[in-house]
């Protein structure tokens, strides 16, 4: 059994910042790509972000690119996720998701092998 927890989310500024970390655990756990999702009221999810399991490949959605950036522990159960510059349009709830490969998270939502239980993000104008 693999649990991802997530947890950093809260009430932020248009253009502050906040640090959303997510931590692996379980037995099954192996190391394997991490990355972020994300969902807004009345809206589909939308991939925010992933990292390969070596920590040197990681793709981003435009709509966050130059302002999030996504990391990961030398452990390689931990991922971080530094959002800068928010903006209103950022508020979801965010989603913390374990794959195969970051290519595969960037590509599909249907990659991801597990999911965390989500953190909420609000960005007030």
């Known amino acids: 059994q693999v649990q991802l927890v997530e947890s950093g989310g809260g009430l932020v500024q248009a253009g502050g910042s906040l640090r959303l970390p997510c931590t692996a655990s379980g037995r099954t756990f192996r190391p394997r790509a991490m990355g972020w999702f994300r969902q807004a009221p009345g809206k589909e999810g939308q991939f925010v972000a992933a990292i390969s399991w070596s920590g040197i490949t990681s793709y981003f959605a435009d709509s966050v690119k130059g302002r999030f950036t996504i990391s990961r522990e030398n452990a390689k159960t931990k991922v971080y996720l530094q959002m800068n510059s928010l903006k209103p349009e950022d508020t979801a709830v965010y989603y913390c998701?374990?794959?195969?490969?970051?290519?595969?998270?960037?590509?599909?939502?249907?990659?991801?092998?597990?999911w965390g239980q989500g953190t909420q993000v609000t960005v007030s104008s």
């Open positions: 998701a374990a794959g195969s490969s970051a290519e595969d998270l960037y590509h599909s939502d249907s990659n991801v092998g597990y």
